[in-house]
């Protein structure tokens, strides 16, 4: 369970990091962009 999050997390970064769904200029989402890296930071630490 814990292996497909980390999994979800990763691929929504690597979207956002090719600019592919979210534009990382707008404050909002580079907070969310973030939020994710701090959250897979932390579910690889576990």
């Not at 534009?23 to 576990?46: G, M, Y």
Request: glycine residues 0%.
């Amino acid at each position: 369970m814990l292996a497909s999050v980390v999994h979800l997390l990763v691929i929504a970064k690597f979207l956002v990091d090719e600019d592919l769904v979210l534009d990382v200029s707008v404050p909002a989402v580079r907070d969310f962009v973030a939020h994710l890296d701090d959250r897979i930071a932390l579910l690889k630490s576990t």
